[in-house]
């Protein structure tokens, strides 16, 4: 929800509207920010935000809902996981997929290592630890999504806006792959025990700890990725 450029208003409106709803930031059935606070943090005028929020209604992302307890509420859903068109999803995407993976992990990796370093706050150890009891005890209809905010959590406790945005843009560049293969049970046991050690080595300020669980974590995920499109 950073601020977008004045040259292309509504564009990166919608732009940014969408990386919320698709990520998961913003799930099916939630509320966006009310518009009083939206249009400043986007950096935009109410208007330009109307605009876009209409674009995205008309498109089906969104609905408006009149009343006391009304506002604009997310209507998109990604499709079961393994449901999707895998073939049709590789085809646009495999291409550039070690290209996609290799800046997923420098980044993930990255952000960890400077967690780990930075120290936390009671707080900021509170809201970790809340993301990894959120994705650890994840059923498979949401499981993708609480992983998503699992790591978008570990960048934005970096206090890097930078970083934060690199992050989810990382992420969206092999979300329709992961939400094209099937979620396996081994799997997700195998990752809430890597989840763990992320926590673990970020919490106990070992920075070399925290980028090798990051980076062994996200080697599973993408030999599994690789797997299935092989």
Avoid: W
């Avoid at 509207?17 to 698709?22: F, N, R, T």
């Avoid at 992961?178 to 997700?188: C, D, F, G, T, Y």
């Amino acid at each position: 929800m950073r601020p977008v450029r004045a040259g292309n208003a509504f564009e990166e409106t919608v732009e940014r509207l969408l990386q919320v709803i698709k990520l998961g930031i913003v799930a099916n059935g939630e509320r966006l920010p009310p518009e009083r606070e939206l249009a400043p943090r986007l950096g935009v005028s109410r208007v330009t935000l109307r605009e876009a929020i209409r674009a995205l209604q008309q498109e089906g992302y969104v609905e408006s809902r009149r009343g006391r307890a009304g506002g604009t509420f997310v209507t998109f859903a990604p499709p079961p996981a393994g449901s999707g068109d895998l073939a049709r999803v590789a085809e646009d995407q495999a291409e550039g997929l070690d290209d996609a993976l290799t800046y997923r992990l420098v980044i993930e990796t990255g952000a960890a290592q400077h967690l780990a370093s930075a120290g936390l706050s009671t707080e900021q150890r509170a809201r970790l630890e809340g993301a990894l009891t959120a994705v650890n005890t994840a059923g498979a209809a949401d499981y993708r999504r609480l992983d998503t905010l699992f790591h978008l959590t570990i960048a934005e406790l970096t206090g890097s806006q930078l970083l934060s945005v690199a992050c989810a843009d990382a992420r969206l560049r092999v979300t329709d792959l992961l939400n094209a293969i099937p979620v396996l049970q081994r799997n997700i046991e195998h990752a809430a025990i890597q989840h763990a050690a992320i926590v673990d080595a970020v919490l106990a300020g070992d920075p070399e700890a925290a980028r090798r669980a990051v980076a062994e974590h996200l080697e599973g995920t993408a030999a599994l990725l690789r797997g299935f499109l092989a």
